[in-house]
């Protein structure tokens, strides 16, 4: 099992940057692809990003793609979401995942493939 605990939420301007990180326990960090999701509010969950347990491959939804990075450190079971040119329809509640993988070029694409979750964190643009 994994557990995931999210930081980095907070109030931004419309144009602004956060930098989201999720922390795991356990110590086979490097066994788990492990991906973002997100909800705002009235609407259904979304997902962001995923990345291969190597950090070498990753998938980005259309709505984030260009504006949104992804990456992991294993060596601090750390995975970080730096966000920029941040929009008021990206305010939601971000949800860190993390699915366990044998396969070493598996990225997840949907929350439907995901296994653990933390309890999120809030982002909110201001326009």
């Known amino acids: 099992q994994v557990q995931l605990v999210e930081s980095g939420g907070g109030l931004v301007q419309a144009g602004g940057s956060l930098r989201l990180s999720c922390e795991a326990s356990?110590?086979?960090?490097?066994?788990?692809?492990m991906g973002w999701s997100r909800q705002a509010p009235g609407r259904e969950r979304e997902w962001v990003t995923g990345?291969?347990?190597?950090?070498?491959?990753?998938y980005y939804s259309d709505s984030v793609k260009g504006r949104f990075t992804v990456s992991r450190d294993n060596a601090t079971n750390t995975v970080h979401l730096q966000m920029n040119s941040l929009k008021p329809e990206d305010t939601a509640v971000y949800y860190c995942?993390?699915?366990?993988?044998?396969?070493?070029?598996?990225?997840?694409?949907?929350?439907?493939?995901?296994?653990?979750w933390g309890k999120g964190t809030l982002v909110t643009v201001s326009s």
């Open positions: 356990g110590r086979t960090f490097s066994s788990y692809a």
């Open positions: 990345i291969s347990w190597s950090g070498g491959i990753k």
């Open positions: 995942a993390a699915v366990k993988t044998r396969v070493n070029d598996y990225v997840p694409t949907h929350e439907s493939h995901m296994d653990y």
